[in-house]
């Protein structure tokens, strides 16, 4: 096994293939061989589809041999999370409610990328319907972080994040409906985006008007998340409020960053951050400065938007679960009770206040971008957490973090307000572990976003290596 093939970004991989230099077999062939040396410790993939990798690759080999690719993903392994659709395919949501279920239907995403030509290497972990922000369920084991295997990869997208930054595989699907794509990517040292809301169709859905999950890429470099982009993203009838052409190219760099107008902040005037984090997100921020941005040390004019949100998001979780946790009660966590109780708790009236709170969230949100084009700031307040830790910590910096800020309060303001939000690895801690700093464009303006994450990027030039994956024993995939 190579590992300096397993590192290569997939744009370079794909040049290589469409070159005629690199077999998508001997691809498949690494990325499955690390799948089995390392997802007894990591448990990343609650499903390994060996078959359709193996049948795939084969496929698009001989398509790179008569110079037909069917696109930039041909060829490369990819990951699905374990809460999306995929026909054939076992499909847990991390629950045991669905722990059997195999869905005869893709989801719209999980049907682009299978069409794309792309390696499916199997389902990634998650938390039961993807409703905290580490990786544990009651189905599978618990995904360990790469970095140091007592310790979270975060959540929901954790298995996703976790097989990225150890090389079992180069790019992978997640989703972001309070910053589940953007918190794993952050404390395992990839690159995450959550798109603009509607940017990549979210279908089947229950509640398509809900308005706050967001589909997006993970990858090792900018220009691997922004070529997933193109094959996920585009608008369709399955998802009412989907936008955009599907098929368009996403370019890093096709936005100068020169001029832009750069908001810098450390915790948003409300929040507190580790100091080391916090120092390293402000070297990134003001690297920029010398690629010609202006950098001001802001923070947004906005309330903490903590306690509303904790209402919508809680009675979602009630709604989709109260039934099945009465009926099994011993199938659903204790965090998850919590939150469901919490959750029914509310009134209507209470509801529709958290929503008209929203509103005015994204009004606020809107006017403070009418001075910036891009915000910064950093992705979590601290770097990942021990595995006992639970639904801790709330005290950084020696300071308490309110209970509507838990860890993520820099994360789910923009799954509020739809904005495109990108996450990049911009250091190492003195504990090892990655940081991550978050780009944060005007509403739609993704293109902003991922030019300014490319130019970090390069001004950085931090190529992290694949996660040193700490020994620890292995495990088995199951209950």
């Known amino acids: 096994m190579d590992d300096s093939l ?6 370079e991989l794909g040049r290589l293939i469409e070159g005629r230099k690199l077999s998508p077999v001997e691809l498949a062939d690494a990325a499955l061989s690390r799948i089995s040396e390392c997802n007894g410790v990591l448990a990343a993939f609650v499903t390994v589809t060996e078959d359709e990798a193996r049948s795939g690759a084969r496929a698009a080999a001989e398509r790179a041999v008569r110079r037909e690719r069917l696109g930039p993903l041909d060829g490369i392994p990819f990951s699905l999370k374990d809460l999306e659709v995929t026909a054939g395919i076992r499909t847990t949501f991390g629950s045991r409610f669905t722990a059997d279920l195999v869905p005869d239907a893709d989801s719209v995403v999980a049907g682009r990328l299978r069409r794309s030509g792309g ?5 990634t972990n998650t938390p039961q319907g993807g409703y ?23 959540g929901s997208s954790g298995g996703a994040a976790a097989a990225v930054a150890s090389g079992l595989g180069p790019v992978a699907q997640g989703s972001d409906g309070a910053g589940s794509i953007r918190i794993p990517a952050s404390l395992c040292g990839v690159v995450g985006l959550k798109p603009s809301f509607g940017r990549v169709p979210v279908a089947p859905s ?35 409020l989907s936008i955009g052409e599907p098929g368009a190219t996403w370019r890093p760099g096709a936005v100068d ?12 005037g409300y929040g507190a951050v580790d100091p080391e984090v916090g120092a390293a997100c402000a070297a990134a921020a003001k690297q920029l400065e010398g690629l010609g941005a202006r950098v001001e040390a802001c923070d947004p004019a906005w309330d903490d938007p903590g306690v509303f949100h904790r209402t919508l998001y809680s009675v979602g979780l009630a709604t989709a679960f109260a039934d099945r946790a009465r009926a099994r009660p011993d199938w659903v966590e204790p965090t998850l009770h919590e939150l469901i109780e919490q959750g029914l708790s509310y009134s209507a009236r209470q509801l529709k206040e958290a929503e008209m709170a929203r509103s005015a969230f994204s009004d606020s949100a809107r006017e403070f971008f009418r ?17 006992t830790t639970g639904d801790g910590p709330f005290e950084v910096a020696g300071r308490s973090l309110a209970p509507s800020q838990r860890r993520s309060f820099l994360v789910y303001p923009f799954n509020l307000t739809g904005q495109p939000a990108l996450t990049i690895p911009c250091g190492l ?51």
């Open 257 to 268: 960053v020169a001029g832009l107008r750069v908001a810098w902040s450390a915790d948003f």
């Open 132 to 154: 905290k922000d580490a990786c544990d369920n009651l189905v599978a084991a618990t995904t360990v972080n790469p970095w140091d295997v007592t310790r979270t990869p975060g």
């Open 429 to 479: 801690h003195s504990s090892g572990l990655p940081i991550g700093v978050q780009i944060v464009g005007r509403w739609r303006r993704d293109d902003v976003v991922l030019s300014v994450g490319a130019a970090l990027e390069a001004v950085l030039d931090l190529r992290l290596p694949l996660a040193p994956l700490a020994s620890g024993p292995a495990r088995e995939v199951a209950p």
């Open 206 to 240: 229950t509640d398509h008007w809900a308005g706050r999950v967001h589909n997006g890429p993970m990858a090792r470099t900018v220009a691997d998340v922004a070529m997933l982009l193109g094959v996920m993203a585009g608008a369709d009838a399955a998802d009412p």
């Open 371 to 387: 001075r910036f084009d891009v915000l910064v700031c950093p992705t979590m307040p601290f770097v990942a957490w021990p595995l």
């Open 6 to 11: 397993l590192a290569t970004p997939a744009t």
């Open 119 to 123: 390696t499916l290497l199997g389902k």
